[in-house]
């Protein structure tokens, strides 16, 4: 009798454990995927931005940004995938007390990235690093009586985030990502108008859903 439970003991075990390999295979499965997340961005302007007519330098302020981000991947092994993903942003204000208004950086990013990732189970943290091309569009105001820019670069991307498998196809993602980008956007001061010159990097929060194919 102590045999036969021991042996019952040891199967119903096996079948636990068996059925927990068999979920996190399905959560660490190869294959695609695709994602939207609504985005919240901080400007990580560098120090040389600055503001002068005259007066010597003078402090700016930076509005945060809403946006989006959406991304294509495919998961090669457990622990990793590669993905395309693309970020716009509403747009970063920038003013300065003594002037009032003087633009609006909008950005757009793309970048491929590759993602490591800890496959435990459905709570799988990730860390990612990306490279591709950014373009942007700096909106003067019309005090500045200066002409709208824009501009293209490299970018470079960076972070880390977290997905969580609500099922073996849907996933609520949380993710937070610098961006740094090569090109940098510069306006001459004039006896009328501020000066900036500056790289244009951004930190980004995200969170959104995923679909596994």
């Known amino acids: 009798m102590t045999s036969i439970r021991t042996c019952m003991v040891a199967l119903s075990l096996m079948s636990l454990l068996a ?31 600055f503001a002068a007519a005259g007066a010597g330098t003078v402090p700016l302020d930076y509005s945060d940004a809403w946006g989006f981000n959406v991304r ?77 820019s824009s501009g293209t670069g490299f970018a470079f991307r960076g972070g880390a985030g977290l997905d969580i498998y609500l099922s073996k ?17 510069t306006v001459p001061a004039t006896a009328n108008v501020v000066a900036l010159q500056s790289n244009l990097y951004y930190f980004s929060l995200s969170a959104g859903l995923t679909y596994r194919f």
Do not use: C, H
Not at 34 to 48: S, V
Not at 121 to 145: I, K
Not at 169 to 185: H, K, P, Q
């Open 19 to 49: 059925g927990t390999v068999a979920q996190a295979d399905e959560f660490g499965r190869s294959g695609a995927y695709i994602g939207a997340n609504a985005t919240y961005a901080f400007d990580l302007f560098q120090t040389e931005i």
């Open 169 to 185: 196809n849907l996933i609520l993602n949380a993710e937070g990502t610098a961006v740094l980008n090569t090109e940098d956007f």
């Open 72 to 148: 294509a991947g495919y998961r090669i092994w457990s622990f990793l995938a590669i993905e395309a993903q693309y970020e716009w942003l509403d747009g970063i204000d920038i003013s300065a007390p003594a002037f009032g208004p003087i633009g609006t950086y909008e950005p757009d990013v793309l970048t491929g990235n590759l993602k490591l990732i800890l496959p435990t189970w459905r709570l799988q943290p990730y860390v990612l690093a990306g490279v591709g091309m950014t373009s942007w569009d700096l909106d003067l105001a019309p005090s500045t009586f200066l002409p709208d």
